[in-house]
């Protein structure tokens, strides 16, 4: 069983109080195999889509050696960005 995959309305649950008494907004990831789930891509071609400087996919983050996630929000707009062009389309 995998774990809870973020949507972009879990964001609002993600601003802390910093350190200069101002709001920052912390940015919610998730792992290539929770990209997988989003999307329905299979996590190799995420990997290789997010590497192509000519797609539009959203980039990887590398945490450390061998251990990348993908920014949420990215995620939910690439697929908006899709749809739409789909309804352009016809």
């Known amino acids: ?3 809870k995959i973020p949507s ?3 964001l609002d649950k993600f601003t802390v109080k910093s350190t ?4 920052v907004k912390k940015t919610a990831v998730c792992s290539a195999k929770q990209a997988s789930e989003i999307t329905t891509l299979h996590r190799d071609t995420l ?3 997010s590497r192509d400087p000519n797609d539009d996919f959203p980039q990887a983050v590398e945490l450390s ?3 990348i ?3 949420v929000d990215e995620i939910y707009a690439w697929l908006n960005r899709r749809v739409a062009a789909r309804r352009v389309k016809k």
């Open 1 to 3: 069983m995998s774990k």
């Open 8 to 10: 972009a309305n879990d």
């Open 20 to 23: 200069s008494s101002q709001n």
């Open 47 to 49: 990997v290789r889509k």
């Open 65 to 67: 050696p061998g251990r």
């Open 69 to 71: 996630v993908f920014v």
